[in-house]
């Protein structure tokens, strides 16, 4: 069964409003949560580390003021996509490594964000 | 730098195999990952190499050669459902993923 939990699947917004975007992991504590970004036909790009309690550490090039990441609780991590711009649609997903060291990813089953 | 490179796109047909090639450079390694992603979809772990050799696992297998900073992952009797991206990615020193941009397969019949 799935390991993390990530909703909307998809969302349509208009330009200037804000988006949120929830990550669970469901049956464990991810003190870890990882938010990519994936446009069409490219890889996956790191937009950033939420780590439960503490700050996000964004990536180069990615506006912390823009994509606003809470990690409040060992279970859940929200992205926040604040005054969305059509550039912004895009393929948001998360991932997290499940206990410590090396272990697989799990990733979020991903959402759809168009901004019109 | 950390990187990881694979080729964009391969075709292969139905029923042959194929072998999807990746050479990698991070900083410091814990290991090297394949996953498959269907488009729209999150990806998903195919698997993992540590230690030089091939693993096997069913119709995928995977290999690495750390010395040389390569891996590979090969499908044999491709089937029209094998048509995705295939990722690979590097883990650190720090546990982080190194993703590479993916390979598209196109099977064709």
């Known amino acids: 069964g799935a390991v993390v939990s990530q909703h909307p699947s998809w969302v349509i917004c208009k330009s200037g409003t804000s988006v949120k975007i929830e990550c669970r992991s469901l049956?464990?504590?991810?003190?870890?949560m990882f938010w990519y970004r994936q446009f069409p036909k490219q890889s996956l790009m790191l937009m950033a580390t939420?780590?439960?309690?503490?700050?996000?550490?964004?990536e180069q090039g990615v506006e912390k003021d823009k994509f606003l990441i809470n990690h409040a609780s060992l279970t859940l991590s929200t992205l926040t996509v604040t005054s969305a711009h059509p550039e912004d649609s895009s393929f948001y997903i998360c991932?997290?490594?499940?206990?410590?060291?090396?272990?697989?990813?799990?990733f979020g089953q991903g959402t759809r964000l168009t901004v019109v | 730098g950390q990187n990881i490179d694979q080729p964009t796109e391969m075709t292969a047909t139905e029923g042959a195999i194929v072998q999807i090639n990746c050479t990698y450079q991070?900083?410091?390694?814990?290991?090297l990952f394949w996953y498959q992603q269907h488009a729209g979809e999150a990806p998903t772990f195919l698997s993992y190499?540590?230690l030089d050799g091939l693993e096997e696992k069913g119709r995928f297998s995977s290999f690495l050669s750390r010395s040389k900073g390569y891996s590979y992952l090969l499908l044999k009797e491709l089937q029209m459902k094998d048509s995705a991206s295939y990722l690979c990615?590097?883990?650190?020193?720090?546990?982080?993923?190194?993703w590479g941009a993916g390979t598209k397969l196109i099977i064709k019949p």
């Open positions: 991932s997290t490594l499940k206990g410590q060291g090396i272990t697989e990813a799990f």
């Open positions: 049956d464990f504590q991810a003190t870890t």
């Open positions: 939420s780590n439960e309690g503490s700050k996000a550490t964004y």
């Open positions: 991070t900083s410091g390694f814990n290991g």
């Open positions: 190499n540590v």
């Open positions: 990615a590097g883990m650190d020193s720090n546990y982080q993923l190194i």
